[in-house]
T-cell receptor
Framework: DAKTTQPNSMESNEEEPVHLPCNHS???????IHWYLQLPSQGPEYVIH???SNVNNRMASLAIAEDRKSSTLILHRATLRDAAVYYC??????????FGKGTRLSVIA | DAMVIQNPRYQVTQFGKPVTLSCSQT?????MYWYQQKSSQAPKLLFH???????NEADTPDNFQSRRPNTSFCFLDIRSPGLGDAAMYLC?????????????FGSGTQLSVL
């Protein structure tokens, strides 16, 4: 299974962009990168996923490095509601998603 | 609008007393998962059902069992809960297996063991 490395925690000011990094240097060529967030006392929630090119949706953007060894989740304008733990998870074949420790994002008003 | 529903939200049980946690889904998804999340830790996969096919993780204790009587419902049975089993139990679904499939989680059941 591909391993991921994420910062334990990050801090952002409200209404500023946030770039959450993830290293996944052992990812295989067919593995997708998924991102989930988890609010306190809630189940995780899907954010975005992609394979090679950059992806955008209403929640966030995902920038995947050309060599696919890293990716960055971009929140364009952080709000207080974005304070959560963000998980970067490689998806491989039919294997269920395995969560790592994630990054705890704090947003300062 | 709730799509993955877990009941109850909070469950208290006694040490050694069997307990069952419930999960239902309105998505008609083929795959259902159970994750265990202890305080300040990441969710840990216990097992999953692909349709009626049960898939246990290698390190899931025998104390944990699961049943899926139909597409919509899945149960987690803890035969003899210990203090170390106190955790948030998360149910999730996906339409199918594969790298493109998204997980949909319920709000979880917080289990306390006295």
């Amino acid at each position: 299974d591909a391993k991921t490395t994420q910062p334990n925690s990050m801090e952002s000011n409200e209404e500023e962009p946030v770039h959450l990094p993830c290293n996944h240097s052992t990812i295989s060529g067919t593995d997708y990168i998924h991102w989930y967030l988890q609010l306190p006392s809630q189940g995780p929630e899907y954010v975005i996923h992609g394979l090679t090119s950059n992806v955008n949706n209403r929640m966030a953007s995902l920038a995947i490095a050309e060599d696919r060894k890293s990716s960055t989740l971009i929140l364009h304008r952080a709000t207080l509601r974005d304070a959560a733990v963000y998980y970067c998870i490689p998806a491989s074949g039919n294997t269920p998603l395995v969560f790592g420790k994630g990054t705890r994002l704090s947003v300062i008003a | 609008d709730a799509m993955v529903i877990q009941n109850p939200r909070y469950q208290v049980t006694q040490f050694g007393k069997p307990v069952t946690l419930s999960c239902s889904q309105t998505l008609n998804h083929n795959v259902m998962y159970w994750y265990q999340q202890k305080s300040s830790q990441a969710p840990k996969l216990l097992f999953h059902y692909y349709d009626k096919d049960f898939n246990n993780e290698a390190d899931t204790p025998d104390n944990f069992q699961s049943r899926r009587p139909n597409t919509s419902f899945c149960f987690l049975d803890i035969r003899s809960p210990g203090l170390g089993d106190a955790a948030m139990y998360l149910c999730a679904t996906s339409r199918d297996r594969g790298v493109n499939e998204k997980l949909f989680f319920g709000s979880g059941t917080q289990l306390s063991v006295l």
